[in-house]
Structures are given as structure tokens and as C-alpha cells.
């Protein structure tokens, strides 16, 4: 259960999808001053020192390309410059300010730790209460959601390394958007070429794309088919790339993605055909 260390990914391409799309959303948010309750279900350890090889083709590729970039990879990549590379956690507590609420769980005992250094780090300021909780992050939705002001955003990015992630992570965001409809909900998933051994149930995409749901969309980035062993050298399941599931994302994401995902496909998979982006209103 506390084998992943997201680490060892910190930076990677899927990080860039996610963030990216993470940063843009909260800046939208924050364009009306009513608090935000944000909720980090997966927070990890909150800065990472980039000490593995996946970030070379992730945030390495775009700090080094040359040219103009689109605003939303712009002021992402605005946001990942320094020395250490700033989680999800990080991300929403530097976008939040005074009289919003993040709450970021974490259950590896040793990220957990390194969530809390990272969190006392960025408190005050003006900036928002912060709260880390070394809980299921998931099931806490419960007693968080609906949030007093109507108002707010959870990110869900789990591992997906147990088969039973494949059924309690879909259950969990319905029953969160049952309880907040208006709520932006951001969840992640993996593409995976290989299957596990022996695994009949459905696969992390598969399971999330079952839920019924108005405005939502969906934005991949990955190798096509003809290319999958580029980016899987780690992946014992052949991650070739990974996706966002968006529900009541903001209106001017569709146009922001349209012009990132390609930017991203050709810098990241040297690809421009390599993402795919669905919009449903």
C-alpha cells in the first residue's frame, strides 16, 4: 500500500498535464473573491528535489525549449522554476489566499512527514488555512464536501497501484459530485499498454469514464500506438502516457488545451498527433 513514492516521478510528463491544467483552473477560480475550499486527495510530500530521470522529458523539456510557449504552459512552467519542484499541494497553496481553505491528505508516513515541513513552509502570509491530514483522502470527501461557500476545486491523483483504486476512486467522485454538482473535480489516470496479470476488471480510464456526468472533459497526452515504448522504460504495465477527467471545468480551458495539448504532444512525445481532447457540455 505505501510502495509509491511519487518522487520518483516528480516533474515527469504526467505531472506536466496535471499541474498545468491544475494552475489554470485555480487561476480561474480565483478571479471571483468568494473562498475556496480546495482539497489535494494524494498530496505527497509537497516540494520534490529532482533527483530522478523522468523529469528530463517532463518540466527539463519545456524549461529548455526555445520559441514562444502557450500561456498556459508559460505560467506553468513560470510557477515549476527553482530548485525544487513544487507538488499539487504546493501549487494550491501558493494560488490560494487569505480566507480560503486547503485541505491536503497524505497517508505514506514518510511523505506525510516531508507534507507537513512543506506545508509549515507556506503558511501565513495572507495566504490560506492550511491543513495536513494523514487520512484517506478519498473518504474524506464526505465530511468536507459541500463546502460553505459552493465554491471549490478537488484534485484526485492516486497511484492507481491497487485493483481496488479501480473501483473506490469512481465511487468516491460520484458520491463527491453528488454532494457538491457545482464542485470542479479534477482527477488523473494512467494509459497503460499492459495489463496486470490476471486482472479482469476494468482499467483506471475504463472505470472513470462509466460515471454519468454533465460538463465534463477529458485531455490525454501519450505516445500513439506505433510509439508505445517511448516513456515506458519505468512502467512495468507500459505507461505510455495519462489523462484528466474534468467535471464543471472552466470555459476557457477548451481553447487553452486546444492550443496546449499539441505543444505539449511535440515537445514531450515528439509527436504532434500524441493527445486527445473531448468536450462535453
Known amino acids: 500500500m505505501f510502495s509509491y513514492l511519487h518522487g520518483y516521478h516528480a516533474g515527469n510528463a504526467a505531472d506536466v498535464l496535471k499541474h498545468s491544467a491544475l494552475l489554470f483552473c485555480l487561476d480561474y477560480l480565483k478571479k471571483k ?7 489535494d486527495t494524494h498530496a505527497g510530500a509537497g516540494f520534490y528535489d529532482l533527483s530522478n530521470r523522468e523529469w528530463e522529458r517532463g518540466i527539463g523539456r519545456l524549461r ?5 510557449q502557450p500561456p498556459m504552459i508559460a505560467g506553468y ?3 515549476s522554476d527553482g530548485k525544487r519542484y513544487p507538488g499539487s499541494s504546493v501549487i494550491m497553496a501558493r494560488a490560494l489566499s487569505g480566507g480560503d481553505r486547503l485541505v491536503c491528505c497524505e497517508l505514506h508516513p514518510q511523505e506525510f512527514e516531508a507534507l507537513e515541513a ?9 495566504g490560506p488555512t492550511i491543513e495536513p491530514r494523514r487520512e484517506d483522502g478519498p473518504g474524506g470527501l464526505k ?35 453528488r454532494r457538491f454538482p457545482e464542485g470542479t473535480f479534477i482527477i488523473w489516470y494512467p494509459l497503460l499498454s499492459l495489463p496486470k496479470v490476471a486482472d479482469n476488471g476494468p482499467s483506471p480510464r475504463e472505470a472513470l469514464f462509466a460515471l454519468s456526468g454533465k460538463r ?12 508505445l515504448k517511448h516513456g515506458t522504460e519505468n512502467s512495468p504495465r507500459g505507461m505510455y502516457g495519462s489523462g484528466l477527467l474534468i467535471y464543471n471545468p472552466p470555459w476557457t ?9 499539441p505543444f505539449l504532444a511535440s515537445a514531450l512525445y515528439d509527436d504532434e498527433r500524441a493527445w486527445r481532447l473531448d468536450w462535453e457540455d
Open 64 to 68: 529548455e525549449a526555445a520559441g514562444e
Open 33 to 39: 473573491e468568494k473562498p475556496l475550499l480546495c482539497v
Open 77 to 79: 512552467v513560470k510557477s
Open 253 to 261: 480551458l477548451k481553447s487553452a488545451l486546444e492550443e496546449a495539448l
Open 216 to 227: 465534463r472533459c477529458r485531455a490525454e497526452l501519450g505516445a500513439p500506438s506505433e510509439k
Open 118 to 126: 512543506s506545508m509549515e513552509e507556506l503558511r501565513g502570509r495572507g
Open 143 to 177: 465530511s468536507l464536501l459541500p463546502p460553505p461557500s459552493r465554491r471549490g476545486l478537488v484534485f484526485i491523483d492516486p497511484p492507481w497501484e491497487e485493483q481496488s483504486e479501480n473501483e473506490s476512486i469512481p465511487r468516491s467522485v460520484l458520491d463527491g459530485l
